[in-house]
């Protein structure tokens, strides 16, 4: 599914990780929750990256993107969050918020989540699912709500 197609979905209100609708864009928990509150700032309107945004839009996408953490901190009782914008692989503007726990394996741990092995990171028992994260989500959805 293309970065367009996925706003799309957002923008009808028909994607079920939607937290909530911010001023820069989408506020979704992530596919994989192997690292429990992980979430995404999807820009909407669509850019290909943060540097296409400037003033009043490129603070707000940023200042977005530090409440979606905070939120997820508080959510989650993380120690730290980690954020990340790539677009390397989907080429549009989305952030990254990643929980970092201390109950994390030392061999993984101080590295960027996404150096977890693929084993870990798409393991079927870490993909979202309402029945298994849906209360996350909700604290999560709160927490931000609390925010903005």
């Not at 990340?84 to 101080?110: C, K, Q, V």
Request: proline residues 5%.
């Amino acid at each position: 599914m293309t970065g367009t197609e996925r706003l799309e979905l957002l923008a009808r209100g028909e994607n079920p990780k939607m937290l909530l609708r911010m001023k820069s864009g989408f506020a979704v928990i992530g596919d994989s929750q192997f690292l429990p509150g992980y979430c995404l700032l999807l820009a909407y309107p669509e850019a290909g990256q943060l540097n296409e945004l400037y003033g009043a839009s490129r603070e707000q996408f940023l200042h977005d993107m530090s409440v979606l953490g905070d939120a997820v901190k508080a959510a989650t009782g993380a120690l730290r969050i980690n954020y990340s914008i790539y677009g390397n692989l989907d080429p549009f503007l989305h952030a990254h918020i990643w929980p970092r726990f201390a109950w994390e394996d030392d061999a993984y741990r101080t590295l960027p989540p996404f150096n977890y092995p693929a084993s870990i990171r798409e393991d079927s028992a870490n993909l979202f699912d309402m029945g298994k994260h849906g209360g996350l989500m909700k604290k999560i959805r709160e927490e931000l709500e609390r925010r903005i």
